[in-house]
């Protein structure tokens, strides 16, 4: 466990919040879509998206669903510690995201594509994301990728829409694209690879229930696929055949 002091944190709504960790040990750099265990002193210890990363300052994108998540946004002071371990599982390597992309997200699943279209901003230029949120303000946390690629984006306050009814307008040009990679809650990520099917190469990075981190404790199980030691990025045909 590495103790890691809060030196930043940015509000970016009333249930989203940047925070910025400074590791007082040394990690190995994270790939886009690996995922550290972050304890939080008081409460509990959670698996979260590294969201940017960059000279030992690990930055974690949080929503609001439980107490621990909500101490995060709302209360957490800057000048505190929590600790850290990791990066844990299989992150996006580049290539696998080879050509144009159509990268899709529901919610706070945006959290690891932040860092990896600032990561493969070379390689991902004329990508587009597709993505949806709750309220519009939530939709914020997009701000910072407007000049890596074309987002369009829906939030059900406004719009009364979700990324899967974005998605639906797309599907008749889908092989415009070489390839999509889907980020979100499990829902969204299984009506994704069946709307999608086969008609384009896919990738999904997995949510499942994380406690320890290393493949042990079997909370994450998806048939014989262990999200935290076997993910979270799996190949779509495989997650297909997962949730079958």
Request: aromatic letters at 10%.
């Amino acid at each position: 466990m590495i103790p890691s002091k809060v030196v930043e944190k940015v509000v970016v709504c009333r249930d989203v919040a940047h925070i910025y960790l400074k590791l007082l040990k040394p990690i190995v750099k994270p790939t886009p879509g690996q995922f550290v265990m972050v304890w939080v002193p008081g409460y509990e210890e959670i698996p979260m998206s590294v969201s940017d990363f960059s000279d030992d300052i690990l930055r974690i994108t949080v929503k609001c669903r439980g107490p621990t998540t909500n101490y995060l946004v709302r209360e957490l002071p800057v000048g505190s510690y929590l600790g850290v371990r990791g990066p844990y599982g299989k992150g996006v390597t580049e290539d696998l995201i080879s050509g144009k992309g159509l990268f899709i997200v529901g919610g706070i699943g945006i959290a690891p594509i932040l860092y990896l279209v600032k990561y493969y901003r070379e390689l991902i230029k004329g990508s587009k994301l597709l993505a949806g949120f709750v309220s519009r303000d939530e939709s914020k946390v997009t701000d910072e990728l407007i000049n890596y690629l074309e987002v369009d984006m829906v939030s059900e306050d406004v719009d009364g829409a979700t990324v899967i009814d974005l998605l639906k307008k797309y599907l008749p040009s889908i092989n415009n694209y070489d390839y999509y990679l889907v980020s979100g809650p499990k829902a969204v990520l299984d009506q994704v690879v069946n709307l999608v099917g086969d008609s384009l190469r896919g990738y999904v990075l997995t949510e499942s229930l994380m406690k320890c981190g290393l493949g042990f404790c079997g909370s994450c199980a998806l048939k014989d696929f262990l999200v935290c030691r076997d993910g979270t990025l799996v190949d779509a045909s495989r997650y297909r055949w997962l949730i079958s």
